[in-house]
């Protein structure tokens, strides 16, 4: 049971560049979270999947994608980086809704847009 | 916009002490609140999460809830070394804002030996 995984760990991209940031997850969870995280502004949410079927924006969804590919996947694409969105990314999933289960984080995909 | 304020630190405590962290949130509709501790370099893991007013314990740790203050804390008793990291306060919306949480700023432990 690997929980939440994220591929690549690391990628450098050049401005203007693209590039999709996978997740899995294998605990049959229903919602998927995609996070960015910046040095002294804690977590916030670009998008989520509350449902297979169903994506909605988060917080700061400007310059972002998102595709619920089926339950166990969530991807987040960038179709031209910048170098604002330099930043780690967090996928994360969670059984229902965020009232009452534990939301379960993946480890991480640390992006640098040059 | 909802928000959820903490204290950034770094908040230092002696091996042995009581380390305090708060939290303060503005939608008075949450239901469900969360503290996560994060290592440095790691990604968040749920360590107490609360749901009604009052302190529910757990080991070292407790929380406790105040909805008319609008105030959550997190108290840990006995703090040891491995217990340094940055604890986040996460918060549940309201109504159709119920399936996100809106995260704060974190307050970096630091637990002197």
């Known amino acids: 049971n690997a929980g939440v995984t994220q591929t690549p760990k690391f990628q450098v991209l050049k401005t203007g560049q693209s590039m999709t940031l996978q997740c899995a997850q294998d605990?049959?969870?229903?919602?998927m979270y995609w996070y960015r995280q910046d040095p002294g502004m804690g977590l916030r949410l670009i998008y989520y999947s509350a449902s297979e079927g169903t994506t909605d924006k988060g917080e700061v969804p400007n310059g972002y994608n998102v595709s619920r590919l089926n339950k166990r996947e969530f991807s987040l694409r960038l179709e031209s980086a910048a170098p604002s969105q330099t930043s780690v990314y967090f996928c994360?999933?969670?059984?229902?809704?965020?009232?009452?289960?534990?939301?379960?984080f993946g480890p991480g995909t640390r992006l640098t847009v040059l | 916009q909802k928000e959820v304020e903490q204290n950034s630190g770094p908040l230092s405590v002696p091996e042995g002490a009581i380390a305090s962290l708060n939290c303060t949130y503005s939608?008075?509709?949450?239901?469900?609140f969360f503290w996560y501790r994060q290592y440095s370099g790691k990604s968040p893991e749920l360590i107490m999460s609360?749901?009604?007013?009052g302190d529910k314990e757990d080991g070292r740790f407790t929380a406790q809830l105040n909805k008319a203050s609008q105030y959550v804390s997190l108290l840990i008793r006995d703090s040891q070394p491995s217990d340094s990291a940055t604890y986040l306060c996460a918060v549940s919306g309201s109504g159709a804002g119920s399936y996100q949480l809106t995260f704060g700023k974190g307050t970096k432990l630091s637990v002197i030996p």
């Open positions: 609360i749901y009604s007013n």
């Open positions: 939608d008075r509709g949450s239901q469900s």
């Open positions: 994360a999933s969670i059984l229902g809704g965020v009232g009452t289960d534990t939301q379960y």
């Open positions: 605990m049959n969870h229903n919602s």
